[in-house]
């Protein structure tokens, strides 16, 4: 079954959340694909070795295996199958949407795997996303049949109220930072 883990943003805080988070990411698995295309190019290996050493320290008895995303989409369609767990980092989205674009049914590729996604990787995943860096609200790749609002406090209601209104009636999902829900693949979640 394909496990999706959505993370409301600010991975880097150290708390018991994030924790937690990292752990469902690794909970069965341990072949890792990083998919950083939201980050500037110059810091990639930089991601890598942070993501792994974080990893690492909250499993030190497992053997982990971590790759970065290739941008050759031949090869990252080759990662995605190799992979057990698929991590979509924060970033950028739009830069994100533009390569996942790339991959058609992208889903497909990832079945069975656990599918990780912070901040722009969580709304990559929905059908529609409030963006928080630009103030759009925009369409995505419509994996998950929910509008998404990562970062999401209770001072953003009117943006809420707003989102609720574009599109159809899609259930919202609100994402606070460090905070993450799983949803099985039968669209059905928990926090």
């Keep these: 079954m394909t496990k999706y883990i959505l993370h409301g ?3 880097r805080i150290d ?4 924790h937690n988070f990292f752990l469902e990411i690794i909970k069965w698995w ?5 998919v950083q295309f939201a980050r500037k190019k110059e810091i990639w ?7 792994t050493n974080d ?4 499993s030190p008895d ?6 970065l995303a290739s941008e050759n989409t031949e090869e990252f369609r080759e990662q995605i199958k190799n992979a057990d767990s698929i991590y979509i980092m924060w970033g950028n989205t739009h830069i994100l949407q533009d390569y996942l674009e790339k991959i058609p049914n992208v889903d497909k590729l990832w079945t069975n795997k656990t599918i990780a996604g912070s901040s722009a990787g969580a709304l990559v995943l929905a059908r529609y996303y409030y963006e928080n860096d630009d103030d759009t609200y925009n369409k995505w790749l419509d994996i998950l049949p929910y509008k ?6 209770n ?5 809420l109220d707003k989102l609720i209104k574009f599109w159809d009636n899609s259930e919202i999902l609100t994402l606070e930072e460090t905070k993450f829900i799983i949803i099985e693949k039968d669209g059905k979640y928990h926090r």
């Excluded at 708390?15 to 994030?18: A, I, L, S, V």
């Excluded at 497992?62 to 790759?67: E, G, N, S, V």
């Design 9 to 11: 943003g600010a991975t």
């Design 15 to 18: 708390n018991q959340h994030n």
């Design 30 to 34: 341990s072949n890792i694909l990083i």
């Design 45 to 51: 290996d930089d991601i890598l070795i942070n993501v």
């Design 55 to 58: 990893l690492q320290n909250l």
């Design 62 to 67: 497992k053997k982990l295996k971590t790759a």
């Design 148 to 153: 998404c609002f990562c970062h999401y406090n």
């Design 155 to 159: 001072d953003n209601k009117k943006i």
